[in-house]
């Protein structure tokens, strides 16, 4: 009776490092209201809103005019730290305008903690950023400098009162942008007193407050101490945060002032003064400061960025839903060396995968139609690769890194010339269909697979044979089929494996008779080519040319 082939076990190990966020979108804020909510901000806001809309338009024209006096004739406009009674004067009545302006929306603010002096902390960074309701940190903070975008400062009226507090300007139009507003925020930090006290929100973007993403660096390459200020808005109903998927600037500027109050706490926490180690690595300084904060807080910290929110956009324009775009952008980059614009091509093509499904996933049927290839084994095993938490779903966080760790690396030109030879039985340097279909229905194990399809949609010149020129161009193209074409390698070399096994148990029963009663002579046969070869001294092991990650 033959032997049944002992089951192949093939480990997956998972880096916990790759697992899914703990929270998976941060940048989304259903806020719906209920009926009562909306019955009771329609009554209040009859009476609060005329009035709360014209006593804060007054005290935004007062702003103005103090800060149009404090500017007046002032040279070198932003390259220049205002001094004297210029700087006295927007301490003192830009500070008290703005808190005054908070308590007529019907702010409640509660501080805890002490806020730090100019030598004690050049900079405060402030998280989670969640809304533009968080400028009250300004008013508590005595009016520092702020980075603000260089269209802010041409704003009519607005601009007059943001320029006063000489803030840091970024252009998006300068591709020196990033590394200038660095050099200013450095040198403003080590200006030791010239400059005023600079306020910076390191997350980069709006968040729900449910967990704090990557700081970005440019609080923290100064070397200098840093004092954390925490945001908390401890309401029953919600109408402050502002993020990329919820209320608008306007709906939520309406909301707020139609409640009787608003509550806000904000916390100082101690100096972060950095250690030689943090001086020497910003990385490492804004991940302490970030621990500290998330720690305070009680919520957790996760690996997204502004360019999540980018990639969600791109996705929402692509018909998927804006949460298939997030991937950790700043954990995946890092750890995989990809480039934004890298990803946002992936992104393209998972679309495409996944248009005919629901909710942005990838299941087994899709792979396969992607492919052209029927629902086999080997295509299984593959699709288990790409799907890490074993859901039977592919998202895009799982393609990205599938691509990146188990096929480009296997898409190599010395795998892409083997896979041409394996293909070019007669060795006449072009693979017809019937060659074509020969391999692909051995991989799969389907001897009546048509593959006309697939076969058509790589001979590009449409000449009934491939050139490694077509061929090349495809694998490129497609790196899916480079891992598959590992995995039946792997597959065949442990076929190899076995028979080997199997022939030095035969030789030896050969001087055991008792034992080889219990031996089995029959052995599937294994085929033979020119990339698996019999002799396969240099190949003996399982290995798979498959990355561990």
Known sequence: MAAEMAPRVLPLPRQQSFGPPTVPNPFVHPGRLGAGDKLRSVLLGIILLPLRATCITFILLLAWLFASIAMFCQRGRGSVPLKGWR????????SGLTRTAFFIMGFQVKVKGKVASLPEAPIFVAAPHSSFFDAIVCALTGMPSIVSRAENLSTPVFGTILSSLQPVAVSRQDPDSRKNTVAEITKRALSRGQW????????????????????????????????????RYPNKLDTVTWTWQGYSFKVLCLLTMCQLFTRVEVEFLPVHVPTEEEKNDPILFAYRVRQTMATALNVPVTDHTFEDCRLMISAGQLTLPMEAGLVEFTKISKKLNLKWKHVREQLDTFAAIASASKGGRIGIEEFADYLKLPVTDVLKELFLLFDRNGDGTIDFREYVIGLSILCNPANTEETIQMAFKLFDMDDDGTITEKEFASIIQSALGLPELDVSVLFKEI?????????????????????????LFTTYLDLQRHQVDLSDEQDSESLESKHNPVRSTTLVSEITPTARNKVCPESNEEDSSSTSDKKDD
């Open 459 to 483: 001979d590009a010149d449409e000449t009934g044979k491939l050139s490694y020129d077509e061929f090349k161009s495809f694998a490129l193209k497609h790196p899916e089929y480079a891992s």
């Open 87 to 94: 700087r006295r004067m927007i301490r003192t009545t830009l």
């Open 196 to 231: 005023p006290q600079i306020l910076i929100f390191p997350e980069g973007t709006c968040t729900n407050r449910s967990c704090l993403i990557t700081f970005k660096q440019g609080a923290f390459v100064s070397r200098v101490p840093v004092q954390p200020v925490l945001l």
